[in-house]
Structure formats: structure tokens, C-alpha cells
């Protein structure tokens, strides 16, 4: 069945440096989300995209959804404490969206 | 505050008993969803419900019944459960079950429901 997978699992950053994480599908997606969990939260949604090779930024987040729209990647600069969060991205399968195993990013001050 | 309301917030319970996990949603969608988040499996859709009809039953053990009686709330009854099944429970909302391309399908999620079983 389809997959998402998303690389790294973790990721710890001192405050100020750039951080990107990767997300990968087994099959062709009709779009992509991007949804954001805070640390005893629940997800919120950032973005989504739909075009092959679309970018989109949103202040310091830049999103991009590949050319064989199957694999997506976010990547945030000068990353900041409020920073913090597991990241998933999910991609639709009939009535779902499949989510990813998520990157959890801590951030050092 | 997301549009989508879930009680209790934190649950424990006993194997032998019988509990049930409410979720409500003030947005006037059509479709809405129950996920397992537990540290083994981060996100793990259980039910869709779209317009009061199940389209979705992702492989979920019997002792989690689910309930939709109307667009707007949804239950997860809970029986004979295991220490196994601890997680933090998520409702969630969305206009349409499927992407149509004419909206994002944002879905909202609800604060969860902590549940505890012993």
C-alpha cells in the first residue's frame, strides 16, 4: 500500500541554523500537507501544495513539491525556539490522507 | 481554537471497562476522523466518516467501536481494551472526506483525549 516516509526521524538544531526535513511517497500524489505539531499539541495545518516543482514560502518556511510530485521537502531558515514541533507532511489515498512518520525538530538556544 | 472539541482530555480505565471518546465540530463539515498517536506509529487513521457514513475502517480492532450520529459528532466507544492500546486520540474535521481539487481539505484537529489503560 502506499507510503509516506519522511527523513530524519530527529533533528536537533542550535538556534539560527537552517533545518530541513524530507518527505517521500511510494506513489504519484495529487497534492501534498504540511502540518505542524507542537510539543503537547495537536497538528495544525501550514501549507499545501498541488503543482509539480511548486514552491512556496511562508516567512521563513519554504516548501516544495517535487517534479514526479512524490516526494515533497520544508525547510525552515534561521530557525527559532518557536521552531519547535514534530513536522508531518501527508498526501491523499481515496477518503485519507496518508501522513508521514513525522521529524521531530528540537531547537538549542 | 480549532472548531473541533473532544472530551474527556485525559481518560484511564481499567481492561474490563467500557468508555466512550466524544468529539464535536462547529465548522460544518462532511467528513471526520479518528487517529491513534502513539510513539510507535505517529499518525494512525482509524475511522473516516463522511456525511455520517463509514467509508474508512482501517484495520481496527473490534474493541473500538465508532459512532457518527450526525456531521457534527463523532464517538469511539471503548471495550476490553489493552495496556497497548494507550495513545493519545485525535478527532478530526474536514469539508469533504475526499480532495476534489476545489478546496485545500484542510483537516482540524481536536486537542486529543489522553487515554490511559491499566
Known amino acids: 500500500g502506499q507510503q509516506v516516509m519522511q527523513i530524519p526521524q530527529y533533528q536537533h538544531v542550535q538556534e539560527g541554523e537552517d533545518f530541513t526535513t524530507y518527505c517521500n511517497s511510494s506513489?504519484?500524489?495529487?497534492?501534498i500537507q504540511w502540518y505542524k505539531q507542537r510539543p503537547g499539541g495537536h497538528p495544525v495545518f501550514l501549507i499545501q501544495?498541488?503543482?509539480?516543482?511548486e514552491v512556496k514560502k511562508q516567512k521563513r518556511l519554504t516548501f516544495q513539491f517535487g517534479e514526479a510530485k512524490k516526494n515533497s521537502s520544508l525547510h525552515i531558515t534561521a530557525t527559532q525556539t518557536t521552531d519547535v514541533g514534530t513536522y508531518f507532511c501527508?498526501?491523499?489515498?481515496?477518503?485519507?490522507?496518508?501522513f508521514g512518520t513525522g521529524t521531530r525538530l528540537k531547537v538549542l538556544a | 481554537e480549532t472548531g473541533v472539541t473532544q472530551t474527556p482530555r485525559h481518560l484511564v480505565m481499567g481492561m474490563t471497562n467500557k468508555k466512550s471518546l466524544k468529539c464535536e465540530q462547529h465548522?460544518?463539515?462532511?467528513?471526520m476522523y479518528w487517529y491513534k498517536q502513539s510513539a510507535k506509529k505517529p499518525l494512525e487513521l482509524m475511522f473516516v466518516y463522511s456525511l455520517e457514513e463509514r467509508v474508512e475502517n482501517n484495520s481496527v480492532p473490534s474493541r473500538f467501536s465508532p459512532e457518527c450520529p450526525n456531521s457534527s459528532h463523532l464517538f469511539l466507544h471503548l471495550h476490553t481494551l489493552q495496556p497497548e492500546d494507550s495513545a493519545l486520540y485525535l478527532c478530526?474535521?474536514?469539508?469533504?472526506?475526499?480532495?476534489?481539487?476545489?478546496?485545500?481539505?484542510?483537516?482540524?484537529f481536536g486537542a486529543g483525549t489522553r487515554l490511559s489503560v491499566l
Open positions: 465548522l460544518g463539515h462532511n467528513a
Open positions: 501544495l498541488v503543482k509539480s516543482g
Open positions: 501527508a498526501g491523499p489515498r481515496y477518503y485519507k490522507y496518508i
Open positions: 506513489t504519484t500524489l495529487s497534492n
Open positions: 478530526a474535521s474536514s469539508q469533504d472526506a475526499m480532495w476534489t481539487g476545489q478546496s485545500k481539505n484542510i483537516q482540524y
